[in-house]
């Protein structure tokens, strides 16, 4: 499976941003789905993950602020992210895997990374 992320940018704390993540070259519906982030400096880490048969889990973080969501007749996965604080400012990955997990190894196949910058 191949990822593409896009839809990262500048915006003002307070604002919001959809990241998406087009996928290829497999059986994107069979997968878990999930958005990592990776802060300058900072370990990466789970953002919110979905699993194919529709569960979500999301981090602290980010609970209440994001909202992922897929469509799986476009094989592309969507992160919503509303309220943005500085501290979301991050490079944001997407990764495909068996199974909704927060473990970065679990997951096989990422995107390149979109980069959000919130500014304050």
């Known amino acids: 499976v191949q990822l593409q992320a896009s839809g990262g940018g500048l915006v003002q704390a307070g604002g919001s941003l959809r990241l998406s993540c087009s996928a290829s070259?497999?059986?994107?519906?069979?997968?878990?789905m999930a958005w990592f982030r990776q802060a300058p400096g900072k370990e990466r880490e789970f953002v919110t993950g979905?699993?194919?048969?529709?569960?979500?889990y999301y981090a602290d973080s980010v609970k209440g602020r994001f909202t992922i969501s897929r469509d799986n007749a476009k094989n592309t996965v969507y992160l919503q992210m509303d309220s943005l604080k500085p501290e979301d400012t991050a490079v944001y990955y997407c990764?495909?895997?068996?199974?909704?997990?927060?473990?970065?190894?679990?997951?096989?196949?990422w995107g390149q990374g979109t980069l959000v910058t919130v500014s304050s």
């Open positions: 990764a495909a895997g068996p199974s909704l997990a927060t473990q970065i190894g679990l997951y096989g196949y």
């Open positions: 070259g497999g059986s994107f519906s069979s997968y878990a």
């Open positions: 979905l699993a194919w048969a529709g569960g979500t």
